[in-house]
């Protein structure tokens, strides 16, 4: 791992590098190299979910304070979610700093948008541990709060699912369903494939690392496939 090129992205440098780079392992590179020195990120991972949900539940707060506990909600839940941290992620240039065992490489789909997600998680709580609130409050701000018009403009705050129930009972009179078609991966890193059907009709599939995000996943790729955006 080049740690001087990804500080130099993340624009921040680390007192204890192995923080930084412990936040890339991912648990399937100890799998296929188990004398690796590191431990794997999900405990990085762990802690930077809360400091990422509350740095975004401050900016929030200070920013919107006309806007009510129910809708600042959402509009955190757009900003932390695993389809907005990945693309962050992404944009930023993390996929290359990724330790991952061959075949999670080769994914370049779904799967590896959730590990990317948490990837990002890992960072932050990496950041926070090694130079504290303010600086992951920083970093944050910087790379995901932009992101925030985006959540506005396109009213990613809205919930798929949500969205895509009240669209088909209005248009076609149907409540869609859910059903799990797949389910794959240890116990650790399952993976789901729901289905959202209207009717009899299989509308689109989604897939993620929980029964609830695969139903999100699907309603969002309904939604497209219809054009009820």
Known sequence: MDR?????????????????????V????????????????????????????????????????????????????????????AAVGQEIGLNEFLLLSRGEAKDTGRARQYILANTFEALVGAIYLDQGYSAAHGFVTRVLVPRLAQVLDEKLYRDPKSLFQEAAQERVGITPSYEVLRE?????????????????????????????????????RAILARGWG
């Not at 949900?53 to 920013?63: A, G, H, Q």
């Not at 991966?185 to 897939?207: Q, T």
């Open 26 to 85: 991912h648990r399937s590179y100890l799998n296929e190299n188990p004398g690796f020195r590191l431990p794997h990120n999900e405990r990085l991972e762990f802690l930077g979910d809360a400091v990422l949900e509350l740095v975004i539940t401050e900016i929030l707060y200070e920013r919107f304070p006309e806007k009510p506990e129910g809708e600042l909600t959402s509009l955190r839940a757009a900003l932390v979610n695993a389809n907005m941290l």
């Open 184 to 220: 794959s991966g240890p116990d650790h890193d399952k993976k789901f494939v729901v289905g959202v059907c209207l009717g009899r009709e299989l509308v689109s599939e989604g897939e993620g690392p929980s029964k609830q995000a695969a139903e999100v996943e699907a309603a969002r």
């Open 4 to 24: 001087t090129r990804l500080e130099t992205i993340i624009g921040i440098s680390f007192q204890n590098p192995d923080l930084l780079e412990q936040a890339f």
